[in-house]
């Protein structure tokens, strides 16, 4: 067997297993309900970790999500609600700016050579700077359009409720599966994040991969934004601080290895829908404070982190012993 | 070009970095079914050539005509839509992806947009067909020996160019059998009509495979001759352009085995990595390690080092028992090891030459006792001096310096410490003819200075020349001692291949 796959399997079975747990306490959560919501509760950190999932598969990182995040959020209250801009419109300037913002960090990681941890982080600061910019308030967003996409659901048998952002998560996913397995620039992400000198070596064109990858992020961190907007129905410049911290967490606690090249974005899924068990889990119980989601993320995440070492440890020895025998 | 045969013509190339000079009109020509030597120095211009032929580097001056056409070589990629193909030393592939995507990446068969997987796995299979290769294409890189990933990497290279192959040192890390395995395959491209230039530094496999030899020497081509009419002698003096006597070093000094063996190793042995074996080393003793690639001649180095620690066995030093676990328990009792892959293990590339020299004495002396400037630099002066180290400037970052000179650096560091038993792993290799007799007279030196010396060498003349006995390791454990007169290429070569029917790998 592949053991590349092992750390999705095992995350896989972490996933059945809290689920059952959390059944067998709460037989509540054994619902349609339940699985709506974890959707649509998760929807904007799902699409913001199908980015983060390409980022770290290329072997980079990007800390400005969470900013991007907030920023799409003021962006998008204060054309609407003060400029009286059409939502359909401001989705499209926020994602034009965001995809932009990201393809610019890829530049500099790549022509000026400079770590992407230290260029994403100024990123971060920038953004959120720029909500405070615009606006310190919480702006709330009252627009017709808004109530219509927050109203569409389809109502699944036992009163779950499949909802607009919801979906629109699974399809990023199903979209991010058939992108980094079965397109070009799939392939030639999981070529660099294995090697990025053999890329070149290669004639893989790394530089537009790297851009193509950043930019990828910021539009889906921008995406994530748009999501989080209608999930609030609010912008405000303090919204989803960590978010990023989040996303890396869903995507190292779904197999992807931390130095790239290795990882799926199916991982990432089951990462994201893990942590809304935890918090799921939190709210039925109802005694447990909000902050147990983040310890037991913390202690999943080296549980993880230590098998990961572990198979490579075990699988170069493998290929060692393979080729002295 | 009114000659047919020829594939590729270089002419007049130039190409000056900063101040120097490191091509002056070169002239290179590759004919159809050739396998081309092209040898010199490090430093001679060979990797530059190279990049210049492969788009790396533009040419400052000169013409390059394929098949009569001129051409402008603008990046790797266009070089190889144009049909000239690189395979480099370390293999340049991706370890983390599948065989299949390995050798399609960047152009994979497509359909609706998508990546055809089936049909790439099934045109994998068919390429690595031609090269008698019948392994799993869907399964990782990684899970291959370095051989079948250097085949694959080929198999690549002339998959996608087809016209001229470009191999930068590929047998630096294979073993004889593996050598065989990549000549065949060399024979059969040739055969099929393709260019292909060989970098080595294994003068025996150009004669072995290649049809003409172009040596370089300083920027400039010093000969280009059909090798059948190049006397080994003569292709050497080619290389190095001064008198041989330095590089004939058959004559090993008979020094009386010493008396005393300070060093005493009993039943040292780590399961999976070498098996127990005994070893005895004195002062003014070298003790040659001969043996194929992973025979266990590096896993000994490590275990003596304390880098692994060994399941049983134990040391003494001058007949007092001592407990190796550490590297550093290991220099605390005056032991040093120069790293097989210096590249790795060894230099710190943006160092300068002082700093590395002075590395494991300071390492020694602790954090606290800080060598001041003065003394580093007469400490680094003193070595560049003692062992000829080019370099216009102690203050250079090494990575600058050629291989044979980045070697005596690591050596300066270790001898600076002034160890008692020096293990110097694979101390040539990868370093020109001339630097190898400098490092092999050091060798000798340094034993006649009494220092108990273990080197490991592939180049088993090399070990002749400088062992007052061997040690010969197979399959992971050490099979036997050769000692006097019992030293020669011949009694070596037969004890590494005692056993009728064994395959290395």
């Known amino acids: 067997m592949n053991t590349r796959l092992l750390p999705f399997y095992a995350t896989l079975l972490i996933c059945a297993l809290a689920y059952t747990a959390c059944v067998m306490q709460f037989p509540a959560m054994l619902s349609t309900r339940v699985a709506g919501n974890l959707l649509t509760d998760n929807a904007f950190l799902g699409i913001a970790a199908v980015g983060m999932t390409f980022v770290i598969l290329s072997g980079g990182i990007d800390l400005s999500v969470g900013s991007v995040i907030a920023f799409t959020g003021v962006l998008l209250a204060v054309l609407i609600t003060k400029y009286g801009v059409h939502p359909l419109a401001a989705f499209a300037i926020a994602l034009i700016i965001t995809t932009t913002f990201g393809a610019i960090m890829g530049l500099i990681i790549h022509y000026l050579d400079v770590p992407a941890f230290i260029v994403t982080l100024a990123g971060m600061f ?12 919480s702006i709330p967003i009252n627009h017709e359009f808004y109530s219509m996409l927050q109203g569409m659901y389809y109502r699944l048998p036992g009163g779950g409720r499949l909802t607009f952002i919801g979906c629109l998560m699974v399809l990023v996913f199903l979209i991010g599966i058939v992108m980094a397995h079965f397109s070009k620039l799939g392939s030639y992400i999981y070529a660099i994040g294995g090697n990025r000198t053999s890329a070149q070596l290669m004639g893989i064109p790394v530089a537009r991969t790297t851009i193509t990858i950043y930019a990828l992020s910021g539009f889906l961190s921008g995406l994530a934004g748009i ?11 303090l919204a989803a601080v960590g978010v990023e911290l989040d996303t890396i967490a869903a995507v190292v606690i779904g197999g992807t290895l931390l130095t790239g090249g290795v990882g799926y974005v199916a991982g990432t899924f089951v990462g994201v829908i893990i942590q809304g068990i935890i918090q799921t889990y939190i709210v039925f119980d109802g005694t447990l404070s909000s902050w147990w989601t983040k310890i037991v993320v913390g202690a999943l995440l080296f549980a993880f982190i230590a098998l990961q070492r572990t ?9 060692m012993v393979n080729a002295t025998a | 070009m009114t000659d047919p045969t020829v594939l590729l013509a270089a002419r007049g190339i130039c190409k000056s970095f900063v101040g120097f000079r490191a091509l002056d009109a070169v002239d290179l020509t590759i004919r159809r079914g050739e396998i081309h030597a092209l040898l010199g120095e490090n430093g001679a211009g060979k990797s530059t050539l190279i990049k210049v032929l492969t788009g790396v580097h533009q040419p400052d001056m000169g013409v390059m005509e394929l098949d009569g056409q001129t051409i402008q070589v603008r990046d790797t990629l266009q070089a190889q839509h144009l049909g000239i193909g690189t395979v480099y030393q370390e293999v340049n592939l991706l370890a983390n992806m599948s065989v299949a995507d390995n050798l399609f990446v960047g152009r994979q068969p497509m359909r609706f947009g998508f990546i055809d997987r089936g049909r790439m796995e099934k045109r994998a299979r068919e390429l690595l067909r031609q090269y008698d290769l019948h392994i799993d294409v869907s399964s990782d890189l990684s899970r291959y020996s370095v051989a079948v990933q250097q085949l694959v990497a080929i198999a690549r290279a002339v998959d996608m160019s087809g016209r001229i192959l470009i191999l930068d040192e590929p047998t630096a890390s294979l073993d004889r059998h593996e050598t065989e395995m990549l000549f065949t395959t060399l024979r059969r491209l040739k055969e099929r009509g393709l260019g292909i230039v060989f970098i080595t530094h294994f003068l025996d496999q ?7 030899v172009t040596v370089l020497r300083n920027g400039k081509v010093a000969g280009s001759e059909l090798t059948a009419q190049l006397p080994k ?4 003096s080619l290389m190095l352009g001064r008198a041989l006597a330095a590089v004939t070093h058959n004559v090993r000094r008979d020094r009386p085995e010493p008396e005393m063996k300070q060093f005493s190793f009993k039943g040292m042995g780590r399961s999976r990595s070498v098996a127990p074996f005994d070893l005895d080393i004195g002062e003014g003793e070298v003790i040659g390690m001969a043996g194929l690639l992973g025979s266990g001649r590096t896993e000994t180095a490590r275990l003596l080092f304390g880098i692994d620690s060994a399941d049983s066995g134990e040391a003494a030093v001058d007949g007092v028992p001592v407990r190796i676990r550490s590297p550093q328990d290991a220099v605390a009792l005056g032991f040093g090891l120069c790293p097989e892959d210096r590249k790795t293990d060894g230099i710190i590339g943006d160092l300068s030459v002082r700093e590395n020299i002075v590395l494991a004495l300071q390492a020694q002396r602790g954090w606290f006792k800080r060598m001041s400037r003065r003394q580093q630099v007469a400490l680094a002066d003193k070595f560049v001096k003692a062992l000829d180290i080019r370099t216009t400037d102690i203050e250079k970052p090494i990575k600058f310096l050629s291989g044979g000179n980045q070697q005596k650096v690591i050596l300066a560091r270790w001898l600076a410490t002034n160890p008692r038993f020096l293990i110097l792993d694979e101390p040539t290799r990868g370093i020109d003819v001339g630097a190898h007799a400098e490092i092999i007279a050091l060798i000798n ?14 180049e088993i003349e090399e070990i002749v020349a400088y062992s ?8 992971r454990a050490h099979r036997g001692e050769l000692a006097g007169g019992d030293i020669t290429t011949t009694k070596i070569m037969q004890k590494i291949a005692a056993e009728p029917g064994e395959v290395h790998g």
């Open chain 2, 233 to 236: 002698m003569q292709l050497v």
């Open chain 1, 227 to 237: 999501v989080f907007s209608l999930y609030t129905s609010a912008g405000y410049s």
């Open chain 2, 445 to 458: 030196q340094l034993c006649d200075d009494g220092m108990a010396l273990l080197v490991i060498s592939s």
């Open chain 2, 206 to 212: 150009v004669y072995e495979i290649c049809d003409r």
């Open chain 1, 126 to 137: 920038l953004m959120r700077g720029m909500c405070f910019v615009m606006t310190t308030d």
């Open chain 1, 311 to 319: 198979l490579v440890f075990l699988s170069t020895r493998k290929a």
């Open chain 2, 468 to 475: 007052t006995r061997v040690v010969v390791l197979r399959d």
